[in-house]
Protein backbone atom coordinates (compact mmCIF):
# COMPACT_ATOMS: atom_id res chain seq x y z
CA UNK A 1 0.00 0.00 0.00
CA UNK A 2 1.47 2.76 -0.87
CA UNK A 3 1.03 6.54 1.59
CA UNK A 4 0.00 9.62 -0.15
CA UNK A 5 2.09 12.11 -0.41
CA UNK A 6 0.96 15.10 2.17
CA UNK A 7 2.04 17.40 -0.20
CA UNK A 8 -0.35 17.29 -2.80
CA UNK A 9 -2.64 19.64 -1.59
CA UNK A 10 -2.86 20.38 1.82
CA UNK A 11 -6.32 19.55 4.21
CA UNK A 12 -7.67 22.08 6.61
CA UNK A 13 -6.23 19.50 9.80
CA UNK A 14 -2.80 19.84 8.01
CA UNK A 15 -2.92 23.43 7.84
CA UNK A 16 -4.18 23.31 11.46
CA UNK A 17 -1.11 21.27 12.14
CA UNK A 18 1.05 23.81 11.09
CA UNK A 19 -0.15 26.62 13.33
CA UNK A 20 -0.25 24.28 15.87
CA UNK A 21 3.16 23.92 15.52
CA UNK A 22 3.99 26.95 15.80
CA UNK A 23 1.79 28.01 18.72
CA UNK A 24 3.23 25.66 20.75
CA UNK A 25 7.05 26.93 19.64
CA UNK A 26 7.60 23.10 18.45
CA UNK A 27 8.28 24.57 14.87
CA UNK A 28 11.17 27.75 15.18
CA UNK A 29 12.96 29.18 12.73
CA UNK A 30 16.64 30.98 12.91
CA UNK A 31 20.09 28.74 13.28
CA UNK A 32 19.84 25.28 15.13
CA UNK A 33 22.75 22.80 14.80
CA UNK A 34 21.48 19.67 14.64
CA UNK A 35 22.72 15.91 16.05
CA UNK A 36 24.28 15.45 12.25
CA UNK A 37 26.49 18.71 12.58
CA UNK A 38 24.54 20.45 9.73
CA UNK A 39 23.31 23.87 10.62
CA UNK A 40 19.30 23.83 9.98
CA UNK A 41 17.56 26.90 9.36
CA UNK A 42 14.58 25.36 11.32
CA UNK A 43 13.77 22.82 14.21
CA UNK A 44 10.80 20.93 14.90
CA UNK A 45 10.42 19.72 18.23
CA UNK A 46 7.66 17.68 19.44
CA UNK A 47 9.12 17.42 23.30
CA UNK A 48 7.09 20.69 23.42
CA UNK A 49 3.90 18.65 24.12
CA UNK A 50 4.02 17.46 27.52
CA UNK A 51 1.03 18.63 29.05
CA UNK A 52 -2.65 16.81 28.42
CA UNK A 53 -4.32 19.85 26.21
CA UNK A 54 -1.48 20.06 23.67
CA UNK A 55 -0.83 16.26 23.35
CA UNK A 56 -4.39 15.68 23.22
CA UNK A 57 -4.71 17.77 20.49
CA UNK A 58 -1.68 16.05 18.75
CA UNK A 59 -2.90 12.60 19.08
CA UNK A 60 -5.73 13.79 16.70
CA UNK A 61 -3.23 15.45 14.47
CA UNK A 62 -2.11 11.74 14.06
CA UNK A 63 -5.39 10.34 13.91
CA UNK A 64 -6.47 12.39 10.73
CA UNK A 65 -3.78 11.78 9.12
CA UNK A 66 -3.39 7.86 9.81
CA UNK A 67 -6.78 7.37 8.29
CA UNK A 68 -6.57 9.51 5.43
CA UNK A 69 -3.21 8.13 4.59
CA UNK A 70 -3.75 4.14 5.60
CA UNK A 71 -7.66 3.83 6.05
CA UNK A 72 -8.57 0.77 7.87
CA UNK A 73 -5.17 -1.21 7.21
CA UNK A 74 -3.74 -1.61 10.18
CA UNK A 75 -5.02 -3.07 13.50
CA UNK A 76 -2.79 -1.74 16.31
CA UNK A 77 -1.01 1.50 16.61
CA UNK A 78 2.81 0.51 17.94
CA UNK A 79 5.18 3.62 19.47
CA UNK A 80 9.21 2.62 19.38
CA UNK A 81 10.47 4.19 22.40
CA UNK A 82 10.84 6.85 23.59
CA UNK A 83 8.49 9.49 21.83
CA UNK A 84 7.20 7.29 19.83
CA UNK A 85 5.82 5.83 23.28
CA UNK A 86 3.35 9.13 24.07
CA UNK A 87 2.44 9.37 20.21
CA UNK A 88 1.14 5.88 20.26
CA UNK A 89 -1.35 6.82 23.62
CA UNK A 90 -2.51 10.20 22.28
CA UNK A 91 -3.16 8.55 18.88
CA UNK A 92 -5.58 5.72 20.11
CA UNK A 93 -7.47 8.19 22.30
CA UNK A 94 -7.94 10.72 19.68
CA UNK A 95 -9.01 7.54 17.48
CA UNK A 96 -11.84 6.93 20.02
CA UNK A 97 -12.48 10.51 20.52
CA UNK A 98 -13.23 11.66 16.91
CA UNK A 99 -14.30 8.23 14.92
CA UNK A 100 -15.62 6.43 17.70
CA UNK A 101 -13.34 3.64 17.23
CA UNK A 102 -11.33 1.13 19.19
CA UNK A 103 -7.71 0.77 18.26
CA UNK A 104 -5.42 -1.08 20.79
CA UNK A 105 -1.53 0.40 21.53
CA UNK A 106 1.94 -1.16 22.13
CA UNK A 107 4.99 -0.19 22.77
CA UNK A 108 8.03 -2.10 23.57
CA UNK A 109 10.36 -2.37 26.76
CA UNK A 110 14.44 -1.70 25.37
CA UNK A 111 15.19 -5.19 27.42
CA UNK A 112 12.46 -7.93 27.94
CA UNK A 113 10.93 -7.79 31.55
CA UNK A 114 11.81 -11.41 33.61
CA UNK A 115 9.36 -10.72 36.01
CA UNK A 116 5.52 -9.89 36.22
CA UNK A 117 3.63 -9.07 33.22
CA UNK A 118 7.24 -11.11 31.60
CA UNK A 119 8.03 -9.87 28.02
CA UNK A 120 9.14 -7.59 25.69
CA UNK A 121 5.76 -5.76 24.64
CA UNK A 122 3.73 -3.27 27.14
CA UNK A 123 -0.04 -2.69 26.22
CA UNK A 124 -1.68 -5.20 23.83
CA UNK A 125 1.12 -7.10 22.59
CA UNK A 126 1.02 -7.38 18.91
CA UNK A 127 0.82 -10.96 17.38
CA UNK A 128 0.42 -13.39 14.72
CA UNK A 129 -1.46 -11.71 11.57
CA UNK A 130 -1.41 -8.08 13.53
CA UNK A 131 -0.74 -5.20 11.11
CA UNK A 132 1.21 -2.61 13.19
CA UNK A 133 1.28 1.29 11.90
CA UNK A 134 4.36 2.95 13.48
CA UNK A 135 4.12 6.46 15.16
CA UNK A 136 7.18 8.88 15.43
CA UNK A 137 7.94 12.64 15.44
CA UNK A 138 11.06 12.51 12.67
CA UNK A 139 12.60 9.45 10.49
CA UNK A 140 16.19 10.11 10.78
CA UNK A 141 18.10 7.13 9.98
CA UNK A 142 15.60 4.53 9.98
CA UNK A 143 17.29 2.73 12.76
CA UNK A 144 15.01 2.71 15.48
CA UNK A 145 11.77 1.65 12.75
CA UNK A 146 14.31 -1.22 11.34
CA UNK A 147 14.39 -2.28 14.99
CA UNK A 148 10.63 -1.79 15.12
CA UNK A 149 10.17 -3.93 12.26
CA UNK A 150 12.14 -6.92 13.31
CA UNK A 151 10.55 -7.17 16.72
CA UNK A 152 7.27 -7.33 15.20
CA UNK A 153 8.04 -9.94 12.41
CA UNK A 154 9.44 -11.86 15.29
CA UNK A 155 5.99 -11.49 17.12
CA UNK A 156 4.08 -12.89 13.84
CA UNK A 157 2.98 -9.50 13.04
CA UNK A 158 4.15 -7.24 10.63
CA UNK A 159 4.40 -3.44 9.99
CA UNK A 160 1.71 -1.58 7.42
CA UNK A 161 3.70 1.62 7.67
CA UNK A 162 5.00 4.46 9.27
CA UNK A 163 3.35 8.05 10.08
CA UNK A 164 5.37 11.01 11.28
CA UNK A 165 5.01 14.26 12.07
CA UNK A 166 6.73 16.41 10.00
CA UNK A 167 9.10 14.95 6.97
CA UNK A 168 12.34 16.91 6.69
CA UNK A 169 12.89 15.77 3.33
CA UNK A 170 16.85 15.34 3.97
CA UNK A 171 19.14 12.76 2.77
CA UNK A 172 21.32 10.46 4.82
CA UNK A 173 25.02 11.16 4.91
CA UNK A 174 25.61 8.20 1.93
CA UNK A 175 23.35 11.50 0.03
CA UNK A 176 20.46 9.11 -0.52
CA UNK A 177 16.76 9.28 1.47
CA UNK A 178 16.76 6.97 4.08
CA UNK A 179 12.93 6.89 3.88
CA UNK A 180 13.05 5.81 0.30
CA UNK A 181 16.11 3.02 1.12
CA UNK A 182 13.92 2.04 4.32
CA UNK A 183 10.64 1.53 2.22
CA UNK A 184 12.49 -0.16 -0.59
CA UNK A 185 14.16 -2.74 1.56
CA UNK A 186 11.11 -2.89 3.78
CA UNK A 187 8.34 -3.22 1.53
CA UNK A 188 6.93 -0.04 4.45
CA UNK A 189 5.27 2.67 2.94
CA UNK A 190 6.43 6.03 5.01
CA UNK A 191 4.20 9.48 5.40
CA UNK A 192 4.15 12.85 7.58
CA UNK A 193 1.70 14.67 8.11
CA UNK A 194 3.43 17.11 6.13
CA UNK A 195 6.70 18.12 5.17
CA UNK A 196 8.64 21.00 5.28
CA UNK A 197 7.60 21.84 1.85
CA UNK A 198 4.41 22.36 2.99
CA UNK A 199 5.38 24.41 6.12
CA UNK A 200 7.25 26.97 3.42
CA UNK A 201 4.85 26.31 1.36
CA UNK A 202 1.72 27.74 3.73
CA UNK A 203 4.14 30.32 5.67
CA UNK A 204 5.46 31.85 2.91
CA UNK A 205 4.39 35.73 2.83
CA UNK A 206 1.36 34.57 5.57
CA UNK A 207 0.83 36.69 8.78
CA UNK A 208 0.02 34.47 11.58
CA UNK A 209 -0.81 36.36 14.97
CA UNK A 210 0.49 39.30 13.37
CA UNK A 211 3.75 38.55 12.46
CA UNK A 212 5.12 37.47 9.29
CA UNK A 213 7.17 33.71 10.35
CA UNK A 214 8.00 32.75 7.11
CA UNK A 215 9.19 35.88 4.95
CA UNK A 216 11.29 35.63 1.94
CA UNK A 217 14.53 35.47 3.74
CA UNK A 218 13.38 32.60 5.57
CA UNK A 219 12.30 30.67 2.71
CA UNK A 220 15.52 31.47 0.93
CA UNK A 221 17.63 29.58 3.81
CA UNK A 222 15.47 27.10 3.95
CA UNK A 223 15.44 26.64 0.42
CA UNK A 224 19.08 26.59 0.33
CA UNK A 225 19.45 24.32 2.99
CA UNK A 226 17.17 21.50 0.91
CA UNK A 227 19.15 22.26 -2.17
CA UNK A 228 22.45 21.38 -0.30
CA UNK A 229 21.36 18.52 1.73
CA UNK A 230 17.66 17.72 0.50
CA UNK A 231 16.68 13.88 -0.30
CA UNK A 232 16.96 12.86 -3.99
CA UNK A 233 13.30 13.00 -6.08
CA UNK A 234 12.32 9.31 -5.75
Aim: aromatic share 10%; with cysteine.
Amino acid sequence: MNAPPPSAGLEDYQKDFIRFLLSEKALRFGEFTLKSGRVSPYFVNLGHFDEGASLRRLGGFFARRARAAFGNGFDILFGPPYKGISLAVACALAFDEIFGESHPFAFNRKEAKGHGDKGLFVGRPPGPGDRALLLDDVFTTGATKEEAVDLLEKAGARAAGVLIAVDRSEAGPDGTSAIAEFTASRGVPVTSIVTIHDIVRFLHGVEIDGEVVVDDAVAGRVRAYLDAWGAPSP
